[in-house]
């Protein structure tokens, strides 16, 4: 029984094999500038670029930042000066030349099948009926997958894994560039990430787990997911988390091992909370907390400094009367 | 590619020809009064008649509201004049009446296809397995609608248009009829509407949209809703919204164009967002809010004012010792 | 048309027959002391036992509890004394020998069917396609189960109950052993329950009612409930009860009847709400309420009392300038 999961190793998308600048280049009518001969490996967003990666940049303030960056070839909108050994391909347009080469590479692949000929499951495990299981899926072994529950393309599910019904595993994420000044303001993201769920993971009944846009969307070892809990794209939530029911979680949080999130809770996206944090019921994290402690309050925050400020709260009326005597 | 969207034409229920008013009185048991030859166009609530409409009214209180209404037709429980060219169809009980018009007129009509024959299905759409389509369903061109999505009958889905897996269209209103002397005290209304999604609009995973009681609920072109929202009916929500996870929005709300709604917000019913407004994440919306602005808590008020608020809070500390030293 | 919902009658695990205390000690490789000839009826937790039942302890906390409770057969990890009539059932580890024990009588029974030919449907029903009814379901007479709901093994639907599309009946319970020296910290405790949804129920469109643990989660005759709702393992939900989008009620709750809950409110576990309440939106519950009256806030007061603290918290900048003047 061999575990299929490759542990926090971030996916972006990769070529199946390198793939000439110029070509590019061409395929995008870009002007290329610098390093012509070059090959491509992959394309990737500035933070969580590579050598041999794309990235591109529209923006003027983060331009130098971009070129700079671990990344060898940046699609941009204006000519400048190149690092050696990098490439510019300029356009009017680099999101829209970005969105071309990931459709080009990872295409829009509808499946009229139940259960996908090109996905894997395991032995032992078992798919009830009315299951959609998509392209490319790999399902681990003595997992057991309840009806209803939709799969989507290139998604992970580890050994020893429960999805109860109605889950989503690899729905789309939520993901825009907006311009206000196009008739449809908002454009979505290509992405091109999966949801990895490791071993022995249990998820509970009408959860959402979106696919990441640049790497993967990852549930650890040993957590456990109650009933109706968001997940967005490329968050990854560590070993033996307990989430409980309609928790919701935005896109690129980082939960370390052993947090604990109570009913109702919401976590705002690019933020990490510490292992072994508890946050309590309803409350709503706006941004990193430290571990091994607990929280409450929408905004959050210590739970102990919260339940005191409760009461505080309760005793305005004292105060008042207190300052109408004096 | 023929836009098959009526924008924001409300749509109650139409009879599919005229109905002699003498007939309707006779199949609801009904005694006739006023302009017995005429015909009924339709039925509706009385903030949506129009002339030759039939309307209910079972309360002393509504009786001169509903009488001198545009509806035509007026079922109530007491003899009174009426106007020059309408009727009054008097019965012990409008309620049950009305109940039982609409459902003669749009009976149960169950489906035993996974995808209706009545339904249409535009070019370029692609429809996942395990998708449902209802009777009388219209699918625009180039839709996506992925697994295990629910469309009931009636629906109109625009061009361009994705819906990812999991998600229900038009399922029945949550929308009752209370009288605490039966001993079932809830009786459902029955009802009308649809659900009408406009062109370029995107909804996410395990999302509801109830369909309309007496018009239509309306998802604005090219607006963009994350998983897990929940949509009233008879809810129209403008152009170009962003919403993000496990909003609920109650029943005949209105979102202006632009408007922004962060996660887990939820909005009473038979309220207006103005265009544009921000509502921050776990806000809770109990009244009318104007555009072009942020706000905050629940109960919501401005952003800047909660977070002011939020500030002074933190400082009934600080004013209790003041208080103690003078 | 026979009711077939027995009501508010706990069912645990009860053996098909009496089963020899003497078979389950060689099962488990328990050493028997006391009664050794006894039978036993069931299984239960210790706050649900009746005579002839099994029950575990594996803290010295509660062994007097536990043996001195109705329970017949206590599995417990240390020799002690044992009243007359009664038997100990000594092994290293109680809480896996009583999985064992609850697996063995109610082991995993897949269905690779859509509708289980050990499921029963009462005439006048109809079932939509894309319904998944599992293992020895029972569904009353002219109920309408909508597309895409998941009905799991042994739940009980009355007559004249309504399912819209997408719901979860009878997932999996989110209750687990905790030991946090173990690889995989949490671990499930197998669940013997039902849900048991009593007739002329109506439930909405995405919701999830988690089976019961030890007993049946149960929804009373007449109760609504409105979209994306979440009902934990072994509560209870009175009658005529009104429950709007997106509550969430953890599991061992209590709702008395008629209670009403408005939007995203949360609901704590093992507590009781009196008849008649009223739960202003997106409030917390975090202990019993009594009934008759309204409540409000997270975490939840009396409505009019919370209302009064709103108007207190706005009213600190103006003490600030008393002290200050003063």
Known sequence: MQ?????????????????????????????????????????????????????????????????????????????????????????????????????????????????SSTAIVGEGSFIYPNVFIGNHVRIGSNTIIYPNVTIMDHCIIGNNVVIQPGTVIGGSAFYYNTKKDREVWYKKMPDCGRVVIEDDVEIGSGCTIDRGVSHDTIIGKGTRMDNMIHIGHDTVIGKNCLIAAQVGIAGVVNLEDGVTLWGQVGVSKTLTIGANATILAQSGVGGDLKGNRAYFGSPVQDARDKQKELVWVKRIPEIWEKVMKK
């Open 3 to 115: 575990t299929i999961v490759h542990l926090h190793k971030f996916i972006y998308m990769q070529f199946s094999s390198p793939v000439a600048v110029s070509w590019i280049a061409e395929f995008i009518g870009a002007r290329l500038i610098g390093n012509t001969n070059a090959q491509a490996t992959g394309i990737n967003e500035i933070h969580k670029v590579e050598p041999g990666d794309l990235v591109f940049v529209d923006h003027p303030k983060y331009y130098d930042k971009c070129i700079n960056s671990a990344a060898s070839f940046i699609i941009i909108n204006k000519e400048t000066s190149v690092p050696e050994g990098k490439a510019l391909l300029v356009v009017d347009n680099p999101f829209d030349a970005y969105c071309k080469i990931v459709q080009h590479f990872r295409p829009f692949e509808p499946s009229s099948a139940m259960i």
